[in-house]
């Protein structure tokens, strides 16, 4: 399940006021319109909401990454994803590059293949 939004400030501060009027758990979370779990961990430690750093791997592509990927697939759709690596510059593996592009909404296409035009296809002219 995704992570909800943070708290914001003027949330923070209309809790902390509704908790000192004395009004109930079910009756904050009804006014500010959030869970009660949510604003029961902010009540816990209201200086350390928040500040928790976010655990696991951290992700090879950086957001500039990215955005040179991208570009370098818009510029030539027929590019495989070792030159795409070797024109970015990018420290990961081909594989990485090609599961990075399916997220974002690229597909895999194979080229159609076509014979190779001859001399004998060309009209003199």
Known sequence: ??????LTCFERCMIVELHKQGLSQRAIAAEVGRS???FLHF??????????KS??????????LSRRIRMAVRQDTGRSSSQIKAITGADCSPITI????????????????????LQRHKIDV
Do not use: E
């Open 36 to 38: 009660k779990t949510v």
């Open 43 to 52: 009540l816990k430690d209201p200086q350390g909401y928040g500040t928790k």
């Open 1 to 6: 399940m995704a992570k909800a939004k943070k």
């Open 98 to 117: 090609r599961r990075h592009l399916r997220r974002k909404g690229f597909k895999n296409k194979k080229r159609l293949q076509r014979p190779r035009l």
């Open 55 to 64: 655990s696991g791997r951290p992700q090879k592509i950086s957001p500039a």
